[in-house]
Structure formats: C-alpha cells, structure tokens
C-alpha cells in the first residue's frame, strides 16, 4: 500500500514563490508514476504536472509550464513541485498522486489514473 502526504502548503502574495513535497511511503518513488493536481472550489481536479517512473520525463499543464518545476529525490523518496511566479489563479488544494504501473503521457494528466492519492495541501496566492 502506497501512501502519500503533501506538505509545504500556504499563503503567498502574487509573483512569490512555495515549494510543495510529497513524501511517499510503501514503495519506491522510482517505480511510480507521480502527478500533481489542484481543485479550486467549484471546479473539477486538474493536472497540474508529472514526472514518469524509472526516467526523468515530466510533464506539465499549459496553465503552469514555464513556471511550475517537479522533480524526485529518490533516496528521500519524495516527489517536489517548484512553484514560481505565484498567480492568484493558482490557489487551490494541491494533490500529490501516485500509479505503479505504466501510463503514457496523455494518460498521466487523467485523475482517474491514479491509484493512490495524498490528502492535499492548501496554496492560496493573495493579489
């Protein structure tokens, strides 16, 4: 059973900058496939990033590429989520997720692909 915890949540004012963690219990975070989401109040989950098992291949939503950064440390078996140039858009629960078999990369940005879940962690980004 893989379980997953994000932290490193909180308020920042618009441009700033937050760093988001998942830590990962259960198995390697090598052998996972891992994504980010986030829901904002009234709205569905949406990708938001991932990061592919065994390779360094990540991937990111057209809302937050070029700004948004996810990364792995295997031996902290911890995923990261770099977030730079803070938009007010961005507030929302941030969800880590995590799948242990293959996925392509279409399917990586699906929530339904994922077999196991973090509770979230709130990112509001004041204006």
């Known amino acids: 059973q893989v379980q997953l915890a994000e932290s490193g949540g909180g308020l920042v004012q618009t441009g700033g900058s937050l760093r988001l963690s998942c830590a990962t219990s259960g198995q390697s975070i090598y052998s996972l496939n891992m994504g980010w989401f986030r829901q904002s109040p009234g709205k569905e989950r949406e990708f938001v990033a991932s990061?592919?098992?065994?390779?360094?291949?990540?991937y990111y939503s057209d809302a937050v590429g070029g700004r948004f950064t996810t990364s792995r440390d295997n031996a902290k078996n911890t995923m990261y989520l770099q977030m730079n140039s803070l938009k007010p858009d961005d507030t929302a629960v941030y969800y880590c997720a995590a799948h242990p078999s293959g996925l392509t990369p279409e399917n990586m940005r699906l929530v339904s692909m994922y077999r196991y879940w973090g509770q979230g962690t709130q990112v509001t980004v004041s204006s």
């Open positions: 990061i592919s098992w065994y390779t360094p291949n990540t």
